[in-house]
């Protein structure tokens, strides 16, 4: 089983550049993972995917948010970060982490971050 936690501040100003890294634990099926995507439900919003980063390295993001949204890995910790500058008040969201793999789906429990002065 994987269990995936993000973690971060949960607090930012305009302007900053938000961090959030998520964490995988469980057995050797974390090195099955195909896709790790970072996906954010903004209050009374439907989630939306932010990228992902594919077991290749390759990252993709949503077009909105390309120009502003870096995600990385460190395989040596079974972790995967997301950086988001220029932060505005929309960006304030529930972030998750998602992890596709042979094995199955798998979801952290959300990270909330507010955006505010």
């Known amino acids: 089983q994987v269990q995936l936690q993000e973690s971060g501040p949960g607090r930012g100003k305009p302007s900053q550049t938000l961090s959030l890294t998520c964490t995988g634990t469980?057995?050797?099926?974390?090195?099955?993972?195909?896709?790790w995507h970072w996906i954010r439900q903004p209050p009374g919003k439907a989630k939306e995917g932010i990228g992902y980063i594919a077991y290749t390295g390759k990252t993709d993001y949503n077009p909105s948010l390309r120009s502003r949204a870096t995600i990385s890995r460190d395989t040596s910790k079974n972790q995967f970060t997301l950086q988001l500058s220029s932060v505005t008040a929309d960006d304030s969201a529930v972030y998750y982490c998602?992890?596709?793999?042979?094995?199955?789906?798998?979801w952290g429990q959300g990270a909330q971050v507010t955006v505010s002065s």
């Open positions: 998602y992890a596709a793999a042979p094995s199955g789906a798998y």
């Open positions: 469980g057995n050797s099926i974390i090195d099955d993972i195909y896709y």
